[in-house]
């Protein structure tokens, strides 16, 4: 075989051929021998890194932030439910002694400044309920809208064979309306003992005074009047004493 011919026949041997299909065309000659996978990461730079971190701890704090304020709003509307709904920090000192503890923890006083507007007043009612067997019920709480917790509480006792009294027919009848002020008697020189804050008592009208139990030493102030209050801050003033609610009404039998 001359060169020429063997030439030719190389060339048969490695030149692909193709068979035909209706849809596409494939060369015979066409072999994968080997295939080579390369998995690739994308590259980081040092200020993604910080970015996140910087991410992270600004979320943290914004939820402590967050979870500080709402503590302190719940504060103050517990503040002036147990004042009797006074919103002045002058009057309600526990209400400014709240003030204070969120104005060192650097709470904006904006986040608590609604909370001390009249426009989120809400009215104190009370409810007189009769149940079956000559059970009385005294339901005593606060809305915006006294009537359509009226309307709502008399709906919802009725499916329980309860019905809604007329107000005094039951609390005027069975109850003594009763106020409790709480005075320490730690931090207090003018109240030396039980006698003296028993003559303090009666000078102010107060009904009973008593020394608290165990080992909490204040003396608790009972009084009975509509507007117990009143009498609250006449006490706290003539003492020159701070004074916290133990409970703000209540109606003992």
Request: glycine share 8%; hydrophobic share 40%.
């Amino acid at each position: 075989m001359n060169g020429s011919k063997f030439g030719l026949f190389v060339r048969r041997c490695f030149a692909p051929t193709y068979n035909n299909d209706r849809l596409i065309q494939v060369p015979t000659g066409l072999f994968v021998t080997k295939t080579t996978f390369c998995l690739t990461e994308p590259k980081r730079y040092a200020g993604h890194a910080h970015w996140q971190n910087v991410k992270h701890i600004k979320e943290a704090g914004d939820r402590e932030k967050s979870k500080n304020s709402l503590y302190y709003i719940k504060a103050v509307q517990k503040a002036i439910r147990d004042g009797g709904g006074i919103r002045d920090p002058k009057v309600n000192l526990t209400l400014a002694a709240v003030l204070a503890e969120a104005k060192s923890k650097s709470i904006p006083f904006s986040t608590l400044e609604k909370q001390l507007n009249a426009d989120n007043e809400v009215k104190p009612y009370v409810i007189e309920i009769k149940a079956p067997g000559g059970l009385f019920v005294i339901v005593e709480s606060r809305a915006k809208n006294t009537a359509n917790e009226r309307q709502r509480i008399s709906a919802l006792v009725k499916r329980f064979g309860c019905s809604v009294v007329p107000v005094g027919d039951i609390a005027d009848k069975f109850f003594d309306h009763i106020g409790v002020v709480t005075v320490s008697a730690k931090s207090c020189e003018q109240l030396p003992d039980l006698d003296a804050a028993t003559n303090l008592g009666i000078e102010i009208g107060a009904k009973e005074v008593k020394f608290g139990s165990g080992e909490e030493q204040v003396y608790h102030v009972l009084f009975i009047s509509l507007d117990i209050l009143l009498f609250g801050i006449a006490f706290g003033k003539h003492t020159e004493l701070h004074f916290k609610w133990l409970c703000s009404r209540e109606y003992p039998h």
